[in-house]
């Protein structure tokens, strides 16, 4: 079946600049994740929704960035007045329950803020 | 000290060879533990995930999971050039219900023909 999709595949933005990144879980995962990968380090978490509410945000860098998932599947990633330090790949994951189960990766969103 | 810890490598091993790959976590709550393949400019690839002590093998991967110890293994025998990756640790921390994944920073394998 189809995996985690997620659109678009590379956004360059100017500094400043207002962007949302798109994922589409598998179909029938109720849990979804997104984190962020710099080069050379491993994925760090961001937020979790179980459903359409954000049941854990702890991992959001600053108020800058916010995530809504309004139906329960597709999610969007917003990040406003985007800086450089924001560069780095944004990857969204799905599971099949809100529990300690396995997570299925999307293939990521490359951000670059010039 | 980090979370999860993994050698970062690179690891070099020859074709047929078995790969150990390593990581220590520090969250003794730590109840799910995974591994996952990541190749070149791709993302994360699920491999195994193992949840109590112990060894789990599938084909020709083995997670060995030794919580006293706090330490989580993978072995790839008989390695392929098509293994040459890096592979990432992941834990979920104690006390969550949920799979908040910590991971290391990855160990570069490369399998030489």
């Known amino acids: 079946g189809a995996g985690v999709s997620q659109t678009p595949s590379n956004k360059v933005t100017e500094k400043g600049k207002y962007v949302e990144l798109r994922c589409d879980p598998i179909?029938?995962?109720?849990?979804l994740y997104w984190y962020r990968q710099s080069l050379g380090q491993g994925p760090e978490f961001l937020i979790y929704f179980q459903g359409t509410g954000a049941a854990d945000d702890s991992g959001l860098p600053n108020d800058r960035f916010f995530a809504v998932r309004p139906e329960g599947s597709v999610s969007t990633l917003k990040i406003q007045r985007t800086e450089r330090g924001d560069s780095a790949v944004y990857l969204c994951?799905?599971?099949?329950?809100?529990?300690?189960?396995?997570?299925?990766f999307g293939p990521g969103t490359r951000l670059t803020v010039t | 000290q980090k979370e999860v810890e993994q050698n970062s490598g690179p690891l070099s091993v020859p074709e047929g060879a078995i790969a150990s790959l390593n990581c220590t976590y520090s969250d003794r709550g730590s109840q799910s533990f995974f591994w996952y393949r990541q190749y070149s400019g791709k993302s994360p690839e699920l491999i195994m995930f193992?949840?109590?002590?112990g060894d789990k093998e599938d084909g020709r991967f083995t997670a060995q999971l030794n919580k006293a110890s706090q330490y989580v293994s993978l072995l790839i025998r008989d390695s392929q050039p098509s293994d040459s990756a890096t592979y990432l640790c992941a834990v979920t921390p104690g006390g969550t219900s949920y799979g908040k994944l910590t991971f290391g920073q990855g160990t570069i394998l490369t399998v030489h023909p």
């Open positions: 994951a799905s599971s099949p329950s809100g529990g300690l189960g396995e997570q299925y």
């Open positions: 193992i949840y109590s002590n």
């Open positions: 179909s029938g995962h109720t849990a």
